[in-house]
């Protein structure tokens, strides 16, 4: 159901109402989250299948913030590392020829 661009969906056994994220310049559809989401507690409940929906969406939060800390971590790094890059090419380039730059 839709609602001025406000969707429903369960998830977990939970009627949620997700509305589309705007102005981020990343275009993911509320149905491509539910559905990561849905198929990553599934991954979960096969492996924990006496969970309580609660207790699986406390795990399932858990493994998609250490995830995501991951990639910050990951993206930092790779930042740093370019950045570091970059300023040794210009103390070369300036080497090579100073006058160019």
């Not at 705007?22 to 991954?43: F, T």
């Not at 795990?59 to 800390?69: C, D, G, H, K």
Request: glycine residues 6%; negative net charge; hydrophobic residues 35%.
């Amino acid at each position: 159901m839709e609602i001025n661009g406000v969707k429903e969906f369960e998830v977990l056994g939970y009627k949620l109402k997700v509305r589309p994220e705007q102005g981020d310049g990343i275009n993911i559809s509320p149905e491509e989250v539910v559905s990561y989401v849905k198929r990553r507690a599934l991954e979960i409940q096969s492996r924990s299948p006496q969970l309580e929906p609660g207790k699986l969406a406390t795990l399932l939060a858990l493994e998609l913030a250490r995830e995501n800390l991951s990639l910050e971590h990951e993206y930092k790094t790779n930042i740093n590392k370019l950045h570091d890059e970059t300023i040794g090419a210009l103390s070369l380039l300036e080497e090579v020829s100073p006058s160019a730059l």
